[in-house]
């Protein structure tokens, strides 16, 4: 789910390609955050007028321009169907190499081919673009990505889930702590914030160094 083009994995000019960095500033994305909103709710910022403005702007930075930016170092998990107008049906191996090499069959296809179909290979017959060739480069449906959407989502239902039931706990406590306007807009934005961000966040978190998986970390350590 990270962003395939490496040159794209970067921050204010900093390299993300490392996890460690890219969970500092996953960490540091949201504390900037939960102090803006603190420090607003405290009225700290009373002398420029109206809260609301400064709530709204800190949400738009860390959503829009932040780490979470949408199609940034994490690719966007808004996935739009294409629906060319020729289609034709593809199931068996000797099928998808035709569509995908040209060739007459599994077999005529070449070591790497054969590898490339064998990894991509999912039982069933499936309805793909006419123009399927190697150049045209047909739009497929990956797997793995949208597994870790899926994933990614799901856990931010539940970790959504556990900061409601909490701030539940909290306000039933001291139901004073929503007493003004402010403190239920400022709110009602950190659901929303985190709602759209948590699930980059946790691909940001999880995912390896690119360079561990294409084998040029070993590589290096072996020169070292």
Known sequence: ???TNT???????????????????????????GVAMLSIQAQIWDAFGHPYWVMWVMSFVLVFLGVFRDGALVKSFFVPKQAPAEMLMVGSLDEWARYRYGTTGFEESSAEQQEDLLKRYRVGTYLM???????????LPDEREAGERDRASRRTLVLLGTYLTS??????????????????????????????????????????????????????????
């Open 129 to 139: 673009p006419r123009s399927g060739s190697r150049e045209h480069r047909p739009w």
């Open 1 to 3: 789910m990270l962003n």
């Open 167 to 224: 701030m539940a706990g909290v306000y039933s406590i001291h139901p004073d702590r929503l007493t003004k306007t402010q403190d239920v807009v400022a709110l009602l934005l950190q659901l929303i914030v985190m709602a759209i961000t948590l699930p980059k966040a946790i691909v940001l978190w999880e995912e390896p160094d690119p360079r561990e998986e294409s084998g040029e970390m070993e590589l290096i350590d072996k020169k070292a």
């Open 7 to 33: 040159a794209n994995l970067r921050f204010l000019g900093i390299d993300m390609q490392a996890r460690w960095r890219r969970r500092v500033a996953v960490v540091a994305s949201y504390i900037v955050f």
